[in-house]
T-cell receptor, first 113, second 112 residues
């Protein structure tokens, strides 16, 4: 069964901490995405990557960075966590040429205190 | 930017009834997809309809697409309590960006 796995289901971090959210997919997909989900706002795209070492900003990249050193792994980094980054974070992947069916991880609920 | 907007935001029905959710979007698309999310979990793909298609079926799901009105609907027939979830439409705009744009979702509650 194909899988996208996020490293944590729940995380609690302190304001100012550097936070790493990890995502691994086993489908050899070229494209990987990070979204955040907040009530009433749906899913908003933070960053995406269509190849190793390539990244593009989504709609809300401020306060975040990403790393893709290997095809199967896409990391989201909160450089200095703030309380307004408390949210559900969702990783997804798709095959090349985009727009196809997306496979999602189970989500990471991050609380910044 | 929110490309897809679902309507209604919340829907409560009895088991056995049909549930209809609508999605409107703003720009031209290559395809439109519907996803389901159980509470606190990731999204699961339900169905994809391409821009040159008008209707598609999958089991109890029926999706329509009207590109002239930039809208889509998802019909779940003979609903079950297990259909309780949030449903999202997602569009693949033909802008070259390889990312889906999601709406804010419809929360469906099916009462047993």
């Amino acid at each position: 069964d194909v899988k996208v796995t996020q490293s944590s289901r729940y995380l609690v971090k302190r304001t100012g901490e550097k936070v790493f959210l990890e995502c691994v997919q086993d489908m050899d997909h070229e494209n990987m995405f990070w979204y955040r989900q907040d009530p009433g706002l749906g899913l908003r795209l933070i960053y995406f990557s269509y190849d190793v070492k390539m990244k593009e900003k989504g709609d809300i990249p401020e306060g975040y960075s990403v790393s893709r050193e290997k095809k199967e792994r896409f990391s989201l980094i909160l450089e200095s966590a703030s309380t307004n980054q408390t949210s559900m974070y969702l990783c997804a992947s798709t095959r090349n040429h985009g727009g196809g069916r997306a496979f999602f991880g189970q989500g990471t609920r991050l609380t910044v205190v | 930017s929110q490309q897809g907007e679902e309507d209604p935001q919340a829907l409560s029905i009895q088991e056995g009834e049909n549930a209809t959710m609508n999605c409107s979007y703003k720009t031209s698309i290559n395809n439109l997809q519907w996803y389901r999310q159980n509470s606190g979990r990731g999204l699961v793909h339900l169905i994809l309809i391409r821009s040159n298609e008008r209707e598609k079926h999958s089991g109890r799901l029926r999706v329509t697409l009207d590109t002239s009105k930039k809208s889509s609907s998802l019909l779940i027939t003979a609903s079950r309590a297990a259909d309780t979830a949030s449903y999202f439409c997602a569009t693949d705009g033909n802008t070259g960006r390889r990312a889906l744009t999601f709406g804010s979702g419809t929360r469906l509650q099916v009462q047993p």
